[in-house]
């Protein structure tokens, strides 16, 4: 199959999901589960029965949500008659063909229709095996002879397409394409973040929120069908239920996260050194760090930063709780510096016996990610895991926060907030990117 390239598919996808109506309207059932609806239609007996035979309508009932594929009567029919009975009588081998007929997740027929103007017509069936969605003007087919001939019947825990003939697994090497179809996979997901990223922040920074999170949410959908390692698709389901239950202003950020925390997940580091410097104040000074302290609230604390005699950095002071004060920083801007495929940060640190926390901003300046650790009066390394520290915007918590990226930080700094009013004292000899 002849393909464009990724980057007229994602534009193509995007304003077909901005500016054009659905191509089809679906029937909503907002108090029946799918195996109810199954059981309610009268050309779908012969599935009803299989379905209780390999005793499966029960899961059906679950959350989900899950997309079928449900074969009428006819279909069945289609089976010569012996092979019908055999496939009824052998329980595991009609299990096999019956979820062969279920896709974990919810896919109604206009994300065929937009996923396949990308290129994506591959989809994970529960018994592990992939269906292949074609769509022409003719309508949308399963394996190339199964027509949905019914689309999208909704319920609140996935949607039923009805279909002419009964699917069969395809026989395949999957094996030797899931091998050799990873590194593509990885660049095609790869590829759609890019692409997704240059059309939604443009949108975003003109105030068209809803259409950057719309951007980013399909194209969330259209990388969860890249299985086999590619991304976790749990997450990606979590930021879609969070970005749908908030504001769509903050909703494009929780997608964005998302789509950041998969790009960075896939960067080969095969090839970096196990470390990298960012600071080593023994052959540089300190004087790019600045402070920012409790005075910017009313505060009365007091800090420096300074350079020792052993080519350290020397951050101290005292923390005062006067007029709602307590906390004192110190910072630093990283303007050119790529910690890309590194897994944390590495501090050689000396205390005082008191609690810091290291904090970290990305290019977009919102939020900060931060870890707390307990410092000693001797030297020590402390590792810090980008995706141990915890994300906050303005006090907000998401609850699908990514971890930060490493080439996205661009300020780094230490904070001490532990309402004690005795003088404080952080050494660092060097800050490096570590991989585990």
């Known amino acids: 199959m002849k393909t464009t390239p990724l980057s007229a598919k994602i534009i193509f996808f995007s304003l077909t999901l901005l500016f054009t109506s659905f191509l089809m309207t679906p029937i909503v059932s907002q108090e029946a589960d799918l195996s109810v ?21 029960s899961v059906l009932k679950l959350e989900g949500p899950f997309t079928i594929f449900a074969p009428t009567d006819q279909a069945f029919s289609k089976l010569p008659k012996r092979a019908l009975e055999n496939l009824l009588s052998d329980t595991g081998r009609l299990e096999e063909i019956l979820l062969y007929h279920v896709i974990n997740g919810l896919a109604v027929a206009d994300d065929f229709v937009r996923l396949n103007q990308l290129g994506i017509n591959e989809f994970k069936t529960l018994n592990k095996k992939n269906v292949e969605v074609s769509v022409n003007s003719e309508g949308v087919f399963i394996n190339q002879n199964s027509n949905i001939i019914q689309p999208d019947i909704l319920a609140p825990n996935g949607v039923v397409h009805i279909i002419d003939t009964i699917l069969l697994p395809l026989e395949s090497d999957s094996k030797k394409r899931k091998s050799d179809n990873t590194n593509t996979k990885i660049d095609e997901v790869r590829s759609l973040i ?19 999170e719309s951007i980013y949410r399909i194209t969330l959908k259209a990388i ?18 969070e970005a749908e239950s908030i504001d769509p202003k903050d909703g494009a950020w929780v997608l964005r996260y998302m789509l950041d925390d998969i790009y960075a997940s896939t960067t080969n580091n095969s090839m970096l050194e196990a470390e990298k410097t960012m600071f080593d104040f023994s052959d540089k000074d300190n004087s790019d760090w600045y402070l920012l302290n409790d005075n910017v609230m009313g505060g009365i604390s007091k800090a420096r930063v300074s350079k020792t005699a052993e080519k350290t950095m020397k951050f101290r002071g005292r923390l005062s709780l006067k007029n709602n004060g307590g906390f004192s920083s110190t910072r630093s801007q990283i303007p050119d510096f790529s910690l890309a495929g590194y897994d944390g940060l590495m501090l050689k640190i000396r205390g005082d016996g008191r609690y810091y926390s290291l904090l970290v901003s990305n290019q977009q300046r919102r939020g900060t990610w931060q870890t707390k650790f307990k410092t000693n009066k001797k030297w020590e390394i402390v590792k810090v895991p980008f995706n141990k520290m915890q994300m906050s915007i303005r006090g907000w918590r998401p609850r699908s926060a990514p971890k930060i990226m490493g080439d996205r930080i661009k300020t780094i700094g230490f ?14 000899d060097w800050i490096k990117g570590y991989i585990d």
Not at 37 to 53: K, V
Not at 224 to 238: C, F
């Open 194 to 212: 890019q692409q997704a990223i240059s059309l939604g922040v443009p949108l975003y920074n003109s105030g068209s929120y809803m259409a950057c």
């Open 37 to 57: 609806i199954l059981q309610r239609n009268n050309q779908l007996n012969i599935l009803t029965q299989s379905l209780e035979t390999a005793d499966l309508l």
């Open 415 to 428: 904070i001490i907030a532990d309402k004690n009013e005795q003088p404080f004292e952080l050494e660092v």
């Open 224 to 241: 969860e069908t890249l299985t086999d390692g590619v991304t976790d698709n749990n997450l990606i389901k979590n930021a879609i239920r």
